[in-house]
Nanobody
Framework: VQLQVSGGGLVQAGGSLRLSCAASGRTFNGYTMGWFRQAPGKEREFVAVFRGSTRATYYADSVKGRFTISRDNARNTVYLQMNNLKPEDTAVYYC??????????????????WGQGTQVTVSS
């Protein structure tokens, strides 16, 4: 099982980026898939999650209204559209997945699979 992340980069404040996470090795249609991020010197924090069975989405308060998580089951891919980026969004972003939804979806320890990180840098 592999999660391949792409789409990070450098952007000015107010700009946009879209991250992609392509899953391979099995069908992820029913999986819960999400995004976490980790800034230097900080713990990994929850960003957004897409619940596979219900298609419900959940977001961290810090990104609500600016970030949108979506998925394309035909492509086994989940996306994170990030708009109105702020310098405090600067972090390494990670894709993650687990077979079923967990009530503690904000807890990184609940996830089974992780992709490599991609750096997102927002300049002021």
């Amino acid at each position: 099982v592999q999660l391949q992340v792409s789409g990070g980069g450098l952007v000015q404040a107010g700009g946009s980026l879209r991250l992609s996470c392509a899953a391979s090795g099995r069908t992820f249609n029913g999986y819960t898939m999400g995004w976490f991020r980790q800034a230097p010197g900080k713990e990994r924090e929850f960003v957004a999650v897409f619940r596979g069975s219900t298609r419900a989405t959940y977001y961290a308060d810090s990104v609500k209204g600016r970030f949108t998580i979506s998925r394309d089951n035909a492509r086994n891919t989940v996306y994170l559209q990030m708009n109105n980026l702020k310098p405090e969004d600067t972090a390494v972003y990670y894709c993650t997945a687990r077979p079923t939804h967990n009530a503690q979806y904000w807890d990184a320890k609940q996830y089974d699979y992780w992709g490599q990180g991609t750096q997102v840098t927002v300049s002021s």
